[in-house]
């Protein structure tokens, strides 16, 4: 599928970037989409070791990123140059050994190595920072600790059919964040720091005008809706999810008098009589079983001339590359949930009662899946 920008959205959001001051958030997706950043290495004075044994290693890099992002690098580099020395006292490490690691990571375009012990940030590495729009130093933590316990189990899951986080952790991941509050804290940041660059994609994609009430199922701290809000003032939004997943939505999210905040369960109902549900990367969470409970309740509460919008990435048929894929497998062990393809969704939406009616391609991995009752 290809990317697209709808011309009537294209102008709401550059509008609506303008009067929020959220451009930033804006001008980080279109360079990444526009103008994609490739790191390109110095060239290795040693040969390279083979491709496959690259591949199997590459968890080297990413916990070293890990490490970076855990202990705040990224920040403590945003006002310039920094010793590898100065950085280990300020993050209570051992100096050799963060050298070395700063170093491998300077190797791959994450940090600059500037002499022989000095490190700057990257333009790569500016996404670990805290405060920068687009963050992604809370989600690389999430990934560094509970998703890479996980992973470590893959052959579990493959064995058994069952999801190897239930398996290192005795719960699943749902049970784990509501009875961890520092995990789920991270997982919610995460969650809201991709959804806001997210938000824009679907905004430029997908014409909300003439709906006048929506409502966010699984919605977590409410990013999405709070961004649909701003650029269509006539519309009233509901934040729906459980009590912890809601986390600090009540504190943070704009346009209060429009938005109100509903604490439930949508396997067992969700709030009835909006024009428009959108479901945000809740269904790929589940099994087709209870993803079709959830796509029912919202058929149940959904009147004739509302619609669902779900917006998931869409898996190629093809034998082409697809970060979909590779997404799978962390859902098959974080979670019962998968990536699907067109007529998996298709299924699922059909055994919903709700009929597919376009697939609306973004500028992000997601594409938005529009469905109306039969």
Same mark, same amino acid.
């Given at each position: 599928?290809?990317?697209?920008?709808?011309?009537?959205?294209?102008?709401?959001?550059?509008?609506?970037?303008?009067?929020?001051?959220?451009?930033?958030?804006?001008?980080?997706?279109?360079?990444?989409?526009?103008?994609?950043? @490739?790191? &390109?290495?110095?060239?290795?004075?040693?040969?390279?070791?083979?491709?496959?044994?690259?591949?199997? @290693?590459?968890?080297?890099?990413?916990?070293? &990123?890990?490490?970076?992002?855990?202990?705040? !690098?990224?920040?403590?580099?945003?006002?310039?140059?920094?010793?590898?020395?100065?950085?280990? %006292?300020?993050?209570?490490?051992?100096?050799?050994?963060? /050298?070395?690691?700063?170093?491998?990571?300077?190797?791959?375009?994450?940090?600059?190595?500037?002499?022989?012990?000095? /490190?700057?940030?990257?333009?790569?590495?500016?996404?670990?920072?805290?405060?920068?729009?687009?963050?992604?130093?809370?989600?690389?933590?999430?990934?560094?600790?509970?998703?890479?316990?996980?992973?470590?189990?893959?052959?579990?899951?493959?064995?058994?059919?069952?999801?190897?986080?239930?398996?290192?952790?005795?719960?699943?991941?749902?049970?784990?964040?509501?009875?961890?509050?520092?995990?789920?804290?991270?997982?919610?940041?995460?969650?809201?720091?991709?959804?806001?660059?997210?938000?824009?994609?679907?905004?430029?994609?997908?014409?909300?005008?003439?709906?006048?009430? !929506?409502?966010?199922?699984?919605?977590?701290?409410?990013?999405?809706?709070?961004?649909?809000?701003?650029?269509?003032?006539?519309?009233?939004?509901?934040?729906?999810?459980?009590?912890?997943?809601?986390?600090?939505?009540?504190?943070?999210?704009?346009?209060?008098?429009?938005?109100?905040? &509903?604490?439930?369960?949508?396997?067992?109902?969700?709030?009835?009589?909006?024009?428009?549900?959108?479901?945000?990367?809740?269904?790929?969470?589940?099994?087709?079983?209870?993803?079709?409970? !959830?796509?029912?309740?919202?058929?149940?509460?959904?009147?004739?001339?509302?619609?669902?919008?779900?917006?998931?990435?869409?898996?190629?048929?093809?034998?082409?590359?697809?970060?979909?894929?590779?997404?799978?497998?962390?859902? +098959?062990? +974080?979670?019962?949930?998968?990536?699907?393809?067109?007529?998996?969704?298709?299924?699922?939406?059909?055994? %919903?009662?709700?009929?597919? @009616?376009? &697939? !609306?391609? @973004? +500028?992000?991995?997601?594409?938005?899946?529009?469905?109306?009752?039969?």
């Amino acid at each position: 599928m290809v990317a697209r920008m709808a011309f009537g959205p294209l102008l709401r959001v550059l509008h609506g970037a303008w009067r929020t001051h959220s451009g930033s958030e804006l001008k980080l997706l279109l360079k990444h989409r526009l103008f994609p950043r @490739t790191t &390109i290495p110095k060239k290795d004075q040693n040969p390279a070791p083979p491709v496959l044994f690259q591949m199997a @290693t590459a968890y080297w890099v990413s916990q070293a &990123i890990y490490v970076a992002a855990k202990l705040g !690098i990224a920040d403590l580099l945003q006002d310039g140059l920094r010793s590898s020395a100065a950085l280990a %006292a300020e993050t209570g490490s051992d100096a050799p050994s963060l /050298f070395r690691v700063l170093r491998a990571l300077s190797s791959v375009g994450v940090f600059s190595q500037l002499g022989k012990d000095c /490190f700057a940030l990257s333009r790569l590495g500016d996404a670990l920072r805290s405060d920068v729009p687009g963050s992604l130093r809370a989600i690389v933590i999430t990934i560094g600790e509970i998703h890479y316990q996980a992973c470590g189990e893959l052959l579990h899951s493959v064995r058994t059919g069952s999801p190897a986080f239930d398996h290192v952790f005795g719960k699943s991941l749902f049970d784990h964040l509501q009875e961890n509050a520092g995990a789920a804290d991270l997982f919610n940041r995460g969650m809201t720091n991709l959804s806001s660059l997210l938000a824009h994609a679907v905004l430029l994609a997908y014409d909300f005008s003439g709906v006048t009430s !929506i409502v966010d199922v699984g919605g977590g701290e409410g990013q999405l809706l709070m961004r649909i809000l701003e650029l269509y003032p006539e519309m009233t939004g509901v934040v729906f999810d459980v009590a912890h997943g809601l986390g600090s939505a009540r504190r943070t999210m704009g346009n209060a008098e429009r938005c109100s905040y &509903i604490a439930g369960n949508f396997f067992g109902a969700v709030p009835e009589g909006a024009e428009a549900y959108v479901l945000c990367g809740v269904v790929h969470d589940w099994s087709d079983d209870l993803a079709v409970v !959830i796509l029912s309740n919202c058929r149940k509460a959904m009147a004739r001339n509302s619609r669902a919008l779900i917006v998931e990435m869409i898996v190629p048929k093809t034998n082409s590359a697809s970060f979909s894929k590779l997404l799978d497998l962390n859902m +098959m062990v +974080m979670t019962a949930g998968r990536e699907r393809t067109k007529s998996e969704f298709l299924a699922l939406l059909d055994a %919903a009662d709700l009929r597919v @009616t376009r &697939i !609306i391609p @973004t +500028m992000a991995p997601q594409s938005v899946i529009e469905a109306v009752p039969k």
